[in-house]
């Protein structure tokens, strides 16, 4: 790059690319998101904080973070445990398996709701009806955000040096102390950014919770789920304080992990 | 070892597989007839036509902005850079539904433009327009963000090389690099592709649901669900899904190629 003779019909073309790069980001992202955060301040601070300590907005931003911070715990464990199998684990079918992880980022959400609710909705075959439950929410997110912490941890273990396993190993530790002493402390950059990436889809997840949360405000009512109701209302301005609000967590979650990843 | 082989197939099957095999069995339940009739109405074909006009448009557009976008951060030094280079995950931070409010925002009746594109006699909210624009914002990340990891790995050597020789930039771009990211543009592509097709929350606000005119394949799932018409929405369900298979296969293979190329 830099070492590289002076090249003027490519420095010509940086500012314009770069121009247009700018212009496409700013039209389809940052116009918009200042417009909402414009109609949050509309009223002044005072009615911002009107409108997000409004009781059913309380109630849907508790609920949201509360489910979204099971969820990521529950994706931390079993998308550890399940990277775990793939890559130290042989079996017949793990290639198909492999494939299944991807599912959830192939599949409409709106189809991934429907699937679950046919399993574990009113007419299930297997008798447990979680829909319009918090359980069902949480089955939801669990499905949407399954890839994450996979697919972060998995090529992370792929590399992982074995010798200073079998080293402890051979000294006398057990297997839950080699992992939790030796493979843990490795992956957990790894598992950091893709427990950060779910919980930020958690957070705003909408499409496969609207049929089988039931949007019961005060109980199953997520704040995605709230927003929408909101606009329907004419609400605008308080549709626009709570996406302030769950905008805002998830761009500092999401700053907060680059940081930590970095390290 | 076999304990956690068994917690975690059983898992995924039991959040996964056996659910998607159940829609699958609950679409055919009542026949084959009776779901192939559903998803061949005037109405459900508009839907997929609409859905498959999204990713037509969306899916190029981002392209040509991630390849342009990753060239710039992994090869230019600019001011702002670190800037540009963080915006660009927004659109992963953002709620669907927040999405589509932003855009009723800007184009709705009351919103920043929504005078002067009436005026004009142009309309985007409850119209096809805005749901493109909200399929684009959804979608904006994925082809820069699986481009710039392939540039930074095959450094600049070659296209060094190119240059000395006298190769324009346009020739070592179309020769040179183009060839050596095709893998994780292709990669981009595919995600970009998914997720447009699946887009629910972000079109949901601003299409409108006029079955017919803008609703696409994920709104006329849940119309269907909504309208106590179970076969019409599980049949919907089922192309979706096989258009999610399609693109697990094309996954699949782009990955093999490029572990075979590494």
Redesign the interface.
Known sequence: ????PA?P??AA??PL??G???L??SV??????A??T??AFDGGLGEFWEQVTQPQAVAALKLTIGVSLIVTAINVV?GT??A???V??E?RGKGF?N?????????????AG???L???GSRS?VGLNVAYTRVGLA?AL??VT?PFVVRAVQPTLQEVDRDMEEAAASLGAGPWTTFRRIVLPNLRPAIVAGSS?AF??A?????SV??ISGNLPYKTEV???Y??GQ?ENDN?TG??AV?VV??LA??L???AA?RIGRR | MKALRFTALGYLAALILVPVGVIFYRTFERGVDAAWHSVTTPEAQHAFWLTLLMVVIAVPLNTLFGVTTALLLERRRFRGKSVLNSLIDLPFAVSPVVVGLALILLYGRTGWFGDWFADHGIRIIFSVPGMVLATIFVCLPFVVREVQPVLREIGTEQEEAARTLGASPAQTFWRITLPAIRLGVGYGVVLSTARALGEFGAVAVVSGHISGVTETATLRVQDRFESFDPVGAYSASVVLALMGAAVLLTMNILERRRRKVA
Request: hydrophobic share 75%; glycine share 6%; proline share 5%.
């Open positions: 790059m830099a070492s590289l090249r019909a490519i073309r940086v690319a770069g247009v790069v700018v496409y980001l389809i992202v940052l116009l918009p998101l417009a909402v414009a109609k079993m445990l399940i775990w199998v793939l130290r684990d079996f398996v494939m299944l992880i991807d599912l959830p980022f192939a599949l409409p959400t709106i189809v429907l699937t679950l046919a399993l574990y075959p089955m669990l499905f399954l990436l930020a889809r957070l705003g997840e909408f499409g609207v049929l704040g995605s789920v927003i929408f606009i605008v549709a626009a996406s769950l905008l998830a761009v979650l999401l700053a680059g």
